[in-house]
């Protein structure tokens, strides 16, 4: 339900061009793992195992798919007998290989090349999907502002926490129209911080250097389009940024 309202929102969004086209962004995970590992693994390094619940989401999901090496799990389980997107939501559309599985429990696949799904006890080994949670928002705002607008429309201002993370945003950059995007990254009470309360474990400071007692006016943390590194601005500002969308919010402000 909640995604179906996102939804709606980024149609909204796309029609006044304001959100770049960006929704999910998936990768293949080479490394064998159980389906529940695995969405361990996303969770913690991306946003989640990749779903697509629409043609449109399903269509951008086996494009990023192409680079598929083996069998590799997908946001897709059993529960008491009903399939349902990691999300939670019930899944009324699946493109099955052959025959819709009848199993009591059991996680999905997808087999390189077929662009459908098979089934699988959860305990096998496989490769993963992972996905990120990005949109590039183009209306210019403080930073304040874009963390208002996030945490409105979507779910808070991005956290570029891992390496992964940053990565997916990277690939976003260049269609930004502002040298610099606001990202979730905050100078508050003597340290830079995630406003979603990820750890500030990764980091990618321009010169490799973590401002360590900013100016006031420069205590908000940005992606600079052309370094490809973080930079700390003037929070006011007037920004492209990156929301992410999601229910996993743990505020620090
Ligand atoms: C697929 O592989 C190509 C070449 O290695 C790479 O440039 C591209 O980014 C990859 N795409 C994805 C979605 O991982
Ligand atoms: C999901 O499907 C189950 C079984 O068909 C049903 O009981 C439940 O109400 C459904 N949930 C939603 C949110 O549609
Ligand atoms: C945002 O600012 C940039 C750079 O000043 C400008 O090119 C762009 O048109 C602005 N975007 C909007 C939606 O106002
Ligand atoms: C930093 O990352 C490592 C490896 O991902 C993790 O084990 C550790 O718990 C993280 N540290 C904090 C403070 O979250």
Request: with cysteine; glycine share 4%; charged share 25%.
């Given at each position: 339900?909640?995604?179906?309202?996102?939804?709606?929102?980024?149609?909204?969004?796309?029609l006044?061009?304001?959100?770049?086209?960006?929704?999910?962004?998936?990768?293949?995970?080479?490394?064998?793992?159980?389906?529940?590992?695995?969405?361990?693994?996303?969770?913690?390094?991306?946003?989640?195992?990749?779903t697509?619940?629409?043609?449109?989401?399903?269509?951008?999901?086996?494009?990023?798919?192409?680079?598929?090496?083996?069998?590799?799990?997908?946001?897709?389980?059993?529960?008491?007998?009903?399939?349902?997107?990691?999300e939670?939501?019930?899944?009324?559309?699946?493109?099955?290989?052959?025959?819709?599985?009848?199993?009591a429990?059991?996680?999905?696949?997808l087999?390189?090349?077929r662009?459908?799904?098979?089934?699988?006890?959860?305990?096998?080994?496989?490769?993963?999907?992972?996905?990120?949670?990005?949109?590039?928002?183009?209306?210019?705002?403080?930073?304040?502002?874009?963390?208002?607008?996030?945490?409105?429309?979507?779910?808070?201002?991005?956290?570029?926490?891992?390496?992964?993370r940053?990565?997916?945003?990277?690939?976003e950059?260049?269609?930004?129209?502002?040298?610099?995007?606001?990202?979730?990254?905050?100078?508050?009470?003597?340290?830079?911080?995630?406003?979603?309360?990820?750890?500030?474990?990764?980091t990618?400071?321009?010169?490799?250097?973590?401002?360590?007692?900013?100016?006031?006016?420069?205590?908000?943390?940005?992606?600079?389009?052309?370094?490809?590194?973080?930079r700390?601005?003037?929070?006011?500002?007037?920004?492209?940024?990156?929301?992410?969308?999601?229910?996993?919010?743990?505020?620090?402000?």
């Amino acid at each position: 339900m909640k995604m179906k309202t996102t939804l709606a929102l980024l149609l909204i969004m796309e029609l006044y061009g304001l959100s770049s086209g960006l929704i999910k962004q998936h990768f293949f995970v080479n490394r064998k793992m159980t389906w529940d590992f695995a969405s361990k693994y996303c969770k913690t390094y991306f946003h989640d195992l990749s779903t697509f619940t629409n043609e449109d989401e399903e269509q951008q999901f086996l494009e990023d798919a192409l680079n598929q090496t083996s069998d590799a799990w997908v946001g897709l389980y059993t529960e008491s007998g009903v399939w349902k997107w990691s999300e939670d939501e019930n899944a009324t559309r699946i493109s099955w290989d052959i025959t819709q599985p009848d199993k009591a429990d059991g996680c999905a696949f997808l087999r390189p090349g077929r662009k459908k799904l098979h089934d699988k006890e959860c305990t096998a080994e496989y490769p993963a999907f992972c996905m990120t949670n990005f949109v590039l928002m183009h209306q210019n705002e403080t930073w304040e502002g874009a963390l208002e607008y996030c945490r409105t429309h979507y779910n808070d201002l991005a956290s570029l926490s891992t390496k992964e993370r940053m990565d997916s945003a990277l690939l976003e950059i260049t269609k930004a129209e502002t040298e610099y995007v606001w990202t979730g990254l905050r100078f508050l009470a003597g340290d830079w911080l995630w406003v979603t309360g990820d750890a500030l474990n990764y980091t990618a400071w321009y010169k490799n250097e973590q401002p360590q007692c900013p100016a006031r006016d420069l205590r908000c943390g940005a992606l600079d389009k052309q370094t490809r590194l973080w930079r700390h601005r003037n929070c006011e500002e007037k920004l492209s940024f990156f929301c992410q969308y999601g229910v996993m919010r743990q505020t620090n402000l």
